[in-house]
């Protein structure tokens, strides 16, 4: 594993919202402006917001999370109704 990518997803979300402001950034994806702000400035996100974060990007989560596609196909299916 090559190791989290959080500054890169901080430069993606703040690439993706363009000129949007980032309250309705945050809005759009489902968190708070403070929560999207510090996403921006690298600060790792719980794992609900970092899963609402690739969905709005459309961004597989591999790209953040330094798998290769082989790590990442050994880790199993995800269970999106748990929790």
Known sequence: MSGLRLKLLGKDVRRHRGALGIRDAASAVGVSAATMSRVEN????????????????????????GLSDREAATCGPVNEQAG
Do not use: M, N
């Not at 794992?47 to 969905?55: D, G, Q, S, V």
């Open 42 to 65: 690298g600060i790792a996100p719980d794992l609900y917001t970092f899963a609402k974060l690739c969905r709005w990007l459309a961004a597989d989560p591999k790209r953040y999370l």
